[in-house]
């Protein structure tokens, strides 16, 4: 059964924080890519990645960077973290080219205080 | 602003009524896809449609794609509890990045 995998499902910051949220994939995907989700926004792409080691900015990049050091994992960080950074972070992956499907992970939910 | 406008944002229907959710763009998209979030998961992918003029079904579902490939409909007959849930559209433009929609929560009460 194919999978993305998550490394939180809830977390809980203080403003100033470092947070790190983790995605895995089993399904040998080149691109990945981290989403918020707001109520009422939809999905809005903070960053994606294409290969090891590169990246290219969403929608919306700033406040957050990322790191793919293996073509499975992509990570999230957020280096200092703010109140307005709470929501739904959503992971997924996808095989290169056109039409592909996007396969989501379960989501992190953060709330930073 | 979103690039892809869903309409209705929210929908609350009897279990049997027929509804229609609308995707609409100024922009052309290479393909458009459907998907379908419930509470606590990830989106689901429903459809991918790529052709301008397009329909597809899936059961109750029928999925259309725009002659001029910047809009799509999902319509649903004889709703049941079941579907309920978040429905996104995203539209493909470069190949590598979706765009989303903002989403039409449906409720669909027994």
């Known amino acids: 059964d194919v999978k993305v995998t998550q490394s939180s499902r809830y977390l809980v910051k203080r403003t100033g924080e470092k947070v790190f949220l983790e995605c895995v994939q089993d399904?040998?995907?080149?691109?990945m890519f981290w989403y918020r989700q707001d109520p009422g926004l939809g999905l809005r792409l903070i960053y994606f990645?294409?290969?090891?080691?590169?990246?290219e900015k969403g929608d919306i990049p700033e406040g957050y960077s990322v790191s793919r050091e293996k073509k499975e994992r992509f990570s999230l960080i957020l280096e200092s973290a703010s109140t307005n950074q709470t929501s739904m972070y959503l992971c997924?992956?996808?095989?290169?080219?056109?039409?592909?499907?996007?396969?989501f992970g379960e989501g992190s939910r953060l709330t930073v205080l | 602003t979103q690039l892809l406008e869903q309409s209705p944002q929210f929908l609350s229907i009897q279990e049997g009524e027929n509804l229609t959710v609308y995707c609409n763009s100024s922009?052309?998209?290479?393909?458009l896809q459907w998907y379908r979030q419930e509470p606590g998961e990830g989106p689901v992918l429903l459809v991918t449609?790529?052709?301008?003029?397009e329909v597809k079904k899936l059961k109750r579902l029928t999925f259309q794609f725009g002659d001029a490939r910047k809009d799509s409909s999902l319509h649903i007959t004889a709703a049941q509890p079941g579907d309920t849930g978040l429905y996104l559209c995203?539209?493909?433009?470069?190949?590598?990045?979706?765009?989303f929609g903002a989403g039409t929560i449906l409720r669909v009460k027994s």
């Open positions: 922009s052309v998209f290479s393909s």
């Open positions: 997924a992956s996808r095989r290169a080219g056109p039409t592909g499907e996007l396969f």
């Open positions: 995203a539209g493909d433009k470069s190949g590598n990045k979706l765009v």
């Open positions: 449609v790529v052709t301008g003029g």
């Open positions: 990645s294409y290969d090891v080691k590169m990246k």
């Open positions: 399904m040998d995907h080149e691109n």
